[in-house]
């Protein structure tokens, strides 16, 4: 029987194929040692007889003889050599890196947060792959298919990405907060927990990107008003007593809004109460205790400092002062009975 040459290669043209079976031509599956195998750079060939991965085969040229086919020539029972052909199935592998493949939640993640009880996040980003060991990829996914793609496995381990990335989530018992700023440190606990996952099938995860990680937009409002708070601090007061006065000055421009103040409780005396709002909204924030500027005009009968209307005794010298009774509004000495003063109308106690 006339041998022919036979050149085993494969030119991939395409971008996303995993596994390429040859359809060998010339006798269909046949081989002989007049058959060159042509391994390009970031593929590998494999060899299977009979169902049983034999030899693999790194990027490289080869004339094919007994030599470099251990594991066939054994199953084959080749002894000198084979003169005639011998049918096999030749799988090319594409090892190189896979990138820009997208993965997300399809369904909020559930994830307890300290501050916010139960929230549910929802996350994206991109992964990378390669085929690391060839015959195990082989024998755990392709089959006998003629080709395999890389759509026919990246919704499976998008799955698997997506379930480490929950159990990193739920493990670390972080605040939806921090999410954002803790994406590289998921990185590097969800890459590390999927990586045996990967080896079992025969592939590597070479990247992982998280690049983003949001939570339900009711949970977004919280946040924001818990940063408007953060940030006012101890002016949030000030705050109030302004929208206080803004509410006045709407309420002076509309002159239907009585009704509002008697439906508010403040009855026909609505304008003494409109008045004392005023008065609580323009004091300083940084009083927020009602303070008399009003100099009382009574004086320490010893050293001569001024006191206030009610003390007793006086705080520069400690001499004990005059039982006289004071306004504490404006000063003016009143009788020890008399209930309001009669310079300024204040109400006594």
Request: charged share 25%; with cysteine.
């Amino acid at each position: 029987m006339a041998l022919f040459l036979k050149i085993l290669e494969w030119a991939d043209d395409s971008k996303d194929t995993l596994v390429y079976k040859l359809p060998l031509e010339k006798g269909g599956r046949e081989i002989n040692q007049k058959s060159k195998l042509i391994v390009r750079e970031s593929q590998q060939a494999i060899f299977v007889h009979k169902g049983k991965i034999c030899d693999v085969f790194p990027a490289g040229t080869y004339n094919l003889n007994t030599d470099i086919f251990p594991i066939l020539s054994k199953l084959a029972g080749w002894k000198y050599g084979f003169q005639t052909p011998i049918s096999v199935d030749v799988y090319f592998v594409n090892v190189k890196q896979f990138t820009g493949n997208k993965w997300g939640t399809a369904n909020p993640i559930a994830m307890r947060d300290p501050e916010f009880g139960m929230v549910r996040v929802k996350g994206y980003g991109s992964y990378a792959f390669k085929v690391d060991d060839a015959a195990t990829f082989l024998r755990e996914l392709f089959g006998t298919n003629s080709s395999f793609v890389t759509r026919d496995i990246t919704d499976w381990l998008k799955t698997m990405l997506v379930s480490a990335l929950t159990d990193a989530i739920g493990e670390s018992r972080i605040s939806a907060l921090d999410l954002a700023g803790n994406t590289l440190e998921f990185n590097q606990i969800v890459s590390a927990s999927i990586q045996n996952k990967f080896k079992e099938i025969g592939l590597k995860l070479t990247n992982l990107f998280i690049e983003n990680m949001s939570v339900p937009e009711s949970v977004e409002k919280a946040i924001d008003e818990r940063s408007k708070l953060g940030i006012l601090g101890d002016k949030t007061d000030v705050m109030m007593k302004v929208a206080a006065a803004e509410a006045m000055k709407d309420a002076a421009k509309n002159p239907g809004t009585g009704g509002a103040f008697v439906g508010a409780g403040m009855g026909i005396g609505a304008g003494a109460g409109i008045g004392a709002m005023f008065a609580e909204a323009m004091r300083g924030s940084n009083n927020p205790t009602p303070q008399n500027n009003t100099s009382s005009g009574r004086k320490c009968s010893s050293c001569g400092a001024e006191v206030s209307a009610t003390a007793k005794f006086c705080p520069e010298c400690g001499q004990k002062l005059s039982a006289k009774k004071f306004c504490p509004e404006c000063g003016k000495e009143v009788g020890a009975s008399s209930k309001f003063c009669p310079e300024c109308g204040q109400k006594l106690n």
